[in-house]
């Protein structure tokens, strides 16, 4: 089954409002070029560092601007809609940094909450603690869509090669990490990670990205990518700046990499044995 899948590529700022016109703008370019599963990048309702400005800018989901935004787009467009990600108010100061599924009628077919929380030093100075905001989730995610099957994660996760073997074992063919890498992350792994995770599952790996400078000082990588089952490159976009990455993808090509490489069914159980 071929279909054409999209994958968004924002600057987002701080100002929601700003970021979801944006959204709605980028979308409909996609639906346009024929996109039927369009995918956004992680925090494309705000990128925001000071946590007193994040808590003023947020909402539950139910009233979550992005959220609502998207549903409507879906509707609309008739399309499968996947929000990378955007910040959930919780409550007592509690904060999810979301994905959102909603499909062509408009209704949210799933949810997942970023487990793997970015808590690093890099060596040129930068610091991020995201278990300091945010409250990780316990839940992985592998939806049935007409067209595929679908792994959900967020950015950090593709570090965490067990989440995506989880989600092939169980049938995932498309696996998703949509992003804000990083540029020094991201030069150094971001291609690398992208097509590890599709070859060694043999799996579609969708992955829209932030790209650039932010309002808040920090600036990502970009890259948007789709690559497939054997790991090849079918788009990428550049590092600064929005794009509507949009590339064809047959899901048969899932079945005939696992067929000449079929590590997930020989994969066995193995006992750790310490050297004497």
């Known amino acids: 089954m071929s279909f054409k899948v999209a994958a968004i590529q924002m600057c987002s700022g701080m100002d929601v409002e700003r970021n979801v016109e944006t959204l709605k703008t980028l979308v409909c370019d996609a639906a346009g070029q024929g996109a039927t599963y369009i995918q956004t990048p992680e925090m494309t309702g705000s990128l925001q560092r000071n946590r007193k ?25 008739k399309i499968h ?16 940094n979301r994905a959102l599924l909603f499909g062509p009628d408009g209704h949210k077919i799933a949810s997942y909450d970023k487990i793997h ?6 060596d040129n100075g930068e610091s991020w ?47 998703t990490a949509p992003a804000a890498f990083t540029r020094q992350t991201g030069e150094a792994h971001w ?31 970009g890259h948007s990518i789709i690559v497939d ?6 788009a990428e976009a550049g590092g600064t700046g929005e794009a509507v990455l949009v590339a064809e993808i047959d899901v048969a090509a899932v079945s005939a990499a696992r067929a000449k490489i079929p590590n997930l069914r020989n994969s066995r ?8």
């Open 229 to 234: 089952p054997w790991g090849k490159v079918l």
């Open 117 to 122: 929380m970015f808590d690093v030093d890099l």
């Open 129 to 175: 603690r995201e278990s300091a905001t945010y409250q990780p989730g316990c839940e992985a995610r592998v939806i049935a869509l007409p067209f595929a099957k679908l792994g959900m994660a967020v950015c950090y996760d593709v570090r965490f090669p067990h989440l995506f073997r989880t989600q092939a074992l169980a049938g995932a063919e498309i696996l």
């Open 53 to 77: 400005a994040l808590f003023a800018s947020i909402r539950p989901e139910e009233s979550d601007l992005v959220a609502k935004a998207a549903s409507e787009l879906a509707r609309d467009l």
């Open 269 to 276: 159980d193995f006992a750790l044995v310490d050297a004497v």
């Open 191 to 221: 291609s690398i990670l992208q097509r590890a995770r599709a070859i060694e599952n043999g799996a579609f790996m969708i992955s829209a990205a932030q790209a650039g400078v932010h309002e808040d000082g920090r600036e990502t990588y």
């Open 81 to 96: 809609l996947h929000i990378g990600s955007t910040a959930i108010d919780l409550g007592e100061g509690k904060v999810a």
